[in-house]
């Protein structure tokens, strides 16, 4: 990216809003948390990118590691941007290993990220970057068809009742831009494989979910201690924080950004 090869559509020094999805996910499932930033937000530009291998780039083939995807989501960000200012990351599971990374590989591109339910290597062992209780689970879904699939990652994302219109909408995204299993094996190795090395120096605020079944709540306690990182914990939500409580995010994003140099 880099100032010469930014955008600079305007002379605002507002930094943009960059939203990563996590695993097998996409910018359409970032649903109602969208809207709450755009009304949070009225000023600043909020921009979603997909990973190659999800949503409307699932005919590409995903990266097997965290640096390409890096990568690979600076070439689609610097086709949306419309400044040449460092952005604000805000990042899900897998989208927040991306982001720690993002911000190691080009520091001055990045101005700061919220991360949320994220787990790194070697600060957390596998059983609860991807609770054991959830293995069968998972089994099952992958032998599943699409509905039932949803369903399942729903119940292990969401700690809320299931939501039909989430469900039918889920499946008709899976079914427009299906996931193949090479990329879904690539995404889960890269995940697998990350590990935490160098500390970005930007500014990082954690968020977590405290009855998280999906990944171990002691993830985001590990890094928040050996990263000397906030940790702010929801003690109702899901893993997808922004599915169940996209409002506690949005305003937590808008305290954060506050206590930051302009």
Sequence with gaps: ??????????????????????????QRHWGDFLNQ???????RQIICVDLAGNGKRHKL???????????????????KLTTDTPVDLIALSMGGMIAISWMTLFPAEIRSAILMNTSVRPLSPF????????????VRMLLSQSEQQETLIFNMTSNQPIQAKVIENWTQWKNECPITAKNAFNQLYASAMFRFTDKPKQPVMLLGSSNDRLVSHQCSKALSKHAEW???????????????????????????????PK
């Design 230 to 260: 906030p940790l702010i914990s929801h003690s109702t939500a899901g893993h997808d924080l922004t599915l169940d409580e996209p409002e506690w995010v949005s305003k937590q994003a808008a305290a954060f950004y506050a206590r930051l």
């Design 1 to 26: 990216m880099g100032n010469q090869s930014m955008k600079t559509l305007n002379a605002s020094n507002t930094h943009p809003i960059v939203l990563i999805r996590g695993l097998l996910r996409e």
């Design 61 to 79: 083939q995903s990266p097997n590691n965290i640096p390409a995807m890096v990568q690979d989501l600076r070439i689609k960000l610097h086709l």
């Design 37 to 43: 930033l755009i009304t949070q937000f009225p000023n």
């Design 127 to 138: 059983y609860q970057r991807l609770n054991w209780r959830q293995y069968l689970t998972i």
